[in-house]
Structures are given as C-alpha cells and as structure tokens.
C-alpha cells in the first residue's frame, strides 16, 4: 500500500509549525497504488512540500493477525531521503508489518528558531503523527496497535532517540546515537539572509512568502556556508546544522539532562549499534579539511603514510576539541617513530577508526549506558557492532578498510541481496541473520543469545555481527 496521507500538508502558513493531523472525508476513497511526492531536497525532480505520507508492507490485511508493526525512519543528514527508497517486502514476510514513510528535511523539518511559530524539530513531529496515525489505523493492515517499534538509521536513529526521550512520543523500541544543539536561530537567520529577509524583523513570516526550491538553494549555502566556518573534526559532526536541536515542547533540555531526570519509558526495549568502519565512507570530506586527505579514502590502495602523518591529520582533525594533542597520541602511540611499509594500511585504519569513535561509537556506547544508569526498572539495552562489509561496500576488497562502513547495514536490513543479483551468496545468509534478528526483537523485545546486555560497568557486552563462512 502506497502514499496513504498522514498529515495536513505543510503548506503556506503551515510551513515550519508543528504537524497538523489530517482529518479524512468518509465519503472519499483515497487512491494508494503510487508513491507520493518525496520532502524537498536538492537534486529531486518528484519533490513536493505536500510530502506527508507513508507506505505499508504486509502479508494480509485481516485485522486478527495481530502482527507487530515496524516503522522506519530513514537517514541521510537531514536534508535527503524518502520512505519510498526502501522496500520493506523481505521484512514483511517474516510475519510483520512494516511501515515507510516521508518527514520533512532540511530547513522545513529542521530549521531551529528563536521564534515561537518555528522552534525547530517540526521533522520530529512528523515522525510522531506518523506514529499515532499508525496506531490508529494499522488493525486494517494486519497489524497490533500495541506492539509498535521504530527503527532507523544515521539521522533515522538520532530521531528515535529524540522520541525515547520526549514526552511526545510512545512507543520507542529501537535506537542509536544522539547528539543535538540549543535553539539559537544562528543557522536560520543566516539562511533568511541569503534570501533577503530582514533578520532584525519578522524573518520567519518572510521565509513562508519564499519559494520552495529558493529556499533548498539557499540551504545548501548555508551549508557551505557552515563548513567555512569550522573547518576541523566539527566537519564530520557539524556538517548537517539543519538537525534536531533542544529548548522546545519537543526536548526542552538536553539530551544528558532529560536522561538524569529518568524522561523516558521504564519498559524500553532498545537495539542500537553502529558499523566497524562507520566513519571510512566521510573520508572525501577530509579533502576540505587537510591537504592529504584522499590518502584515506577506501578506494587508493596505495597511500604514503606514516605516524608523523597520521598525528598531524589527526590533531587538524581534533582542532575544535578541548584535546587535540591527547586524542592524537592516543590514536598514533602503539606505532613506531619510524616511517614503516607495513605500518601503512594500520594507520589509515586507525585515523578512520577516530572519526567512528567520535561521530558514532562512543555516543552509541554512552547512550545506552546511560539509559540504564539513570533507569529506575530493567531498561534492557543490546548494542552490536557489525563487521561484514557486503559485496557492494565502499570497503569491500579495500587493503585497509576492515569491515563495514556506515550504511552498510541497510543491504542486509531490507533484504537487498534476495531481489538485487549483483551480491553474492555470502550477503543473503548475512541480509538473512539480520532480518531475522531484527523481525524477532519486534515480535518479542528479545534476540536470544545473539547478543548481550548492554551493563553501564561492561562494554564488552557488545556484539559482532559477521560471518564465519
């Protein structure tokens, strides 16, 4: 089932404000065999503002199946995607219903303000209309109103842990990282500045009177915009100022404070992870940043590198810490002083190895820690890292790059390999695992043996995905 609306489009005065449910018209029949408009991003030709809809996958549309639901928020920075490139078919056969869907992006869905008609996070509230329109409506589909988990990737992932810890949401099993900043309307008057909005006024209003498509063209200046003014490892984490932000209903304080104060469900059931080699597939970025940053890019094979390089790259990288000198040697110190042939494919791994830390690892670690250290009840809490990096990666066959990079998990997730023939035999058992791993923590909030808890004392309680064959 394809392009059910879910919202009132966001058009006009809407534009910016919080979701506003859609109220049906019983007398009309509404058409779902195509895929909607996607949200605006740049470089889309079927992109609309009325983009609010979702897409449903199951295996029958008795309401006494029961089954449960799995809603999933995809990734790309916040300014790119759409729920109708992922097809949710090999994950509905497994006995659930899997829902897809459009929230808006970029400077509609995540332009943080000082203004109280466009605070910011109207991404988040979309994402969580979609949820209520779920439970609402989803017995149609064969699916249990009660038994919803939400699942994603990259900024997908961010966002759920944003509803893990809002009042607004319910209903959160899965997650990953998340890291957000204050409301400061910094980005956005900048943005109303490249359109000729008086910043010192009413500049929101002025921004709803501009087109669309202007309005993308001026996102993706202040983008550049942004990454002129904190050319260090900020780069990496920074690169995306259209995000979720904190100081509104949504998260009205930071992520760390809401998690003291226990703001989340006693009974969370939560699956988050990250990729071994998440952060190799940023590597072109380094190029922005110093001079030799090509040399870690998966791809070259060959690079002259050596531990004075490395250290070098690296406390560029770490500029904008309070650390750089300390981050640098902890990641360079195992190696010798001495430029060594053999040494080459270890250290380009290690610099990349820092980014994943940085951008990734350590706030998906600290996370989950952090949800059972402040938990009053049993938060039960896996983590996982996966180590396969399929036929078709960045890495795959790459002389130093040793395992999977950041989306390389979404091949697996959605059953790729089953209806696409140039991956190998190797990645279907693989896709297989995971699917069958993340259809039974839906049905059951459990994955047997596969992994165990995360403790907040026992970071070795991580676990590998990866094939032994």
């Keep these: 089932v394809q392009g059910i609306p879910y919202a009132t489009p966001p058009l006009g005065d809407l534009r910016f404000r919080r979701t506003v449910p859609i109220y049906y018209n019983e007398y009309k029949t509404i058409s779902a065999t195509q895929f909607s408009n996607i949200c605006l991003q740049y ?4 992109e609309n503002e009325d983009c609010l809809y979702l897409n449903i996958y199951t295996s029958t549309l008795n309401p006494s199946a029961n089954m449960p639901v799995m809603i999933w928020l995809y990734g790309g ?27 808006r992006l970029g400077v509609f869905g995540f332009m943080c303000t000082d203004r109280p008609d466009a605070p910011g996070n109207a991404g988040l509230w979309d994402q969580a209309m979609a949820m209520n329109w779920t439970q609402q409506y989803i017995t149609h589909f064969g699916g249990n109103p009660n038994d919803i ?40 008057k900048r943005l109303a500045s490249f359109v000729g909005c008086n910043i010192h006024t009413d500049y929101v209003q002025c921004l709803r009177q501009i087109s669309g498509k202007e309005l993308i063209l001026a996102q993706n200046k202040t983008l550049l ?78 690079a002259y590198i050596n531990k004075h390089i490395a250290y070098s790259n690296l406390r560029t990288l770490f500029a904008n810490t309070p650390y750089p000198k300390v981050l640098a040697q902890k990641y360079t110190q195992t190696f010798s002083n001495w430029y060594n042939i053999s040494q080459t494919n270890d250290l380009r791994a290690t610099v990349v190895q820092s980014i994943s830390d940085y951008r990734y690892t350590c706030s998906t670690v600290l996370f989950g820690q952090l949800l059972n250290k402040y938990s009053n009840f049993a938060v039960n809490v896996h983590q996982y890292y996966l180590q396969y990096a ?3 990666s960045p890495c795959y066959n790459s002389t130093w790059c040793y395992g999977a990079t950041h989306y390389d998990d979404l091949p697996l997730v959605f059953g790729q390999p089953y209806y696409q023939s140039n991956y190998t035999d190797t990645d279907r058992y693989m896709s297989a695992l995971v699917m069958n791993i993340w259809t039974q923590f839906a049905k059951t909030g459990f994955i047997g043996n596969t992994f165990l808890y995360c403790s907040g004392s026992k970071r070795q309680s991580m676990a590998a995905i990866h094939t032994t064959n």
């Excluded at 842990?161 to 959160?172: D, E, M, R, T």
């Excluded at 995306?240 to 104060?261: A, M, R, T, W």
Aim: hydrophobic letters at 40%; glycine letters at 10%.
């Design 225 to 302: 915009w942004n990454i002129g003014i904190e050319k260090t490892i900020q780069l990496v984490s920074d690169i995306y100022p259209f995000s979720v932000c904190y100081g509104d209903e949504f998260l009205p304080q930071s992520p760390v404070q809401l998690l003291k104060q226990r703001n989340f469900r006693p009974d969370l059931q939560v699956l988050m992870g990250h990729e071994i080699m998440d952060g190799a597939i940023f590597t072109p970025i380094f190029n922005y940043v110093i001079p030799t940053g090509s040399q870690y890019v998966p791809s070259v094979p060959f």
């Design 43 to 46: 470089g889309n030709a079927n």
């Design 390 to 392: 399929n036929s078709q």
């Design 149 to 188: 988990v939400m699942f994603g990737q990259s900024c997908g992932s961010m966002s759920i842990s944003a509803h893990i810890l809002s009042n607004v949401s319910q209903g959160i099993q899965v997650g990953k990282n998340l890291t957000s900043r204050q409301v400061d309307g910094l980005i956005a």
């Design 77 to 103: 920075g916040f300014t790119t995607g759409a729920g109708s490139n992922y097809d949710g078919q090999q994950l509905a056969i497994r006995d659930v219903v899997v829902v897809t869907l459009n929230y």
